[in-house]
C-alpha cells in the first residue's frame, strides 16, 4: 500500500521561500517517478515537477522553471520542492505524487501517468 505524506506548507510573504516534502512508503519493486502537482478550486491539477528516483531525468513546469527545485534523499523516498521567489498565483494547494510501473503516460507532468496522490498541502503567498 502505497502512502504519500505531504508536509511543509504555510503562508508567506511575495518574494520568500517555502519548502515542502514528501515522505513516501510502500514503494515495492525499485524505482518510482515522484512528483509535485498543484491544483486551485475549479481548475485542473496542473504538474509542477518531477523526478525518478533512479536519478535524472528532472522535469519543470515553464511557470516554475528556474523558481522551484526538486531534490531526493539519499533514502529515494523523499522528495522535497524547493519554492523560492513565491509569487501570489502560486497560492494553491499542492499534491505529492507516485508513479511506480506500467499504466497510462501522460508525461512526466501528465495527471494521469500518477496512481498514487497524497492529501495535499495548501501554499498561500500573499
Known amino acids: 500500500h502505497v502512502q504519500l505524506v505531504e508536509s511543509g506548507g504555510g503562508l508567506v510573504q511575495p518574494g520568500g521561500s517555502l519548502k515542502l516534502s514528501c515522505a513516501a512508503s510502500?514503494?515495492?519493486?525499485?524505482?518510482?517517478?515522484l512528483g509535485w502537482f498543484r491544483q486551485a478550486p475549479g481548475k485542473e491539477r496542473e504538474g509542477v515537477a518531477s523526478l525518478w528516483t533512479g536519478g535524472g531525468d528532472t522535469v519543470y513546469a515553464d511557470s516554475v522553471l528556474g523558481r522551484f527545485t526538486l531534490s531526493q534523499d539519499s533514502d529515494n523516498n523523499t522528495v522535497s520542492l524547493q519554492m523560492n521567489s513565491l509569487k501570489p498565483e502560486d497560492t494553491v494547494m499542492y499534491y505529492c505524487?507516485?508513479?511506480?510501473?506500467?499504466?497510462?503516460?501522460?508525461?512526466?507532468?501528465?495527471?494521469?501517468?500518477?496512481?498514487?496522490w497524497g492529501q495535499g498541502t495548501q501554499v498561500t503567498v500573499s
Open positions: 510502500g514503494l515495492t519493486g525499485g524505482y518510482a517517478r
Open positions: 505524487a507516485a508513479r511506480t510501473h506500467g499504466g497510462a503516460w501522460g508525461g512526466p507532468l501528465g495527471e494521469k501517468s500518477y496512481v498514487h
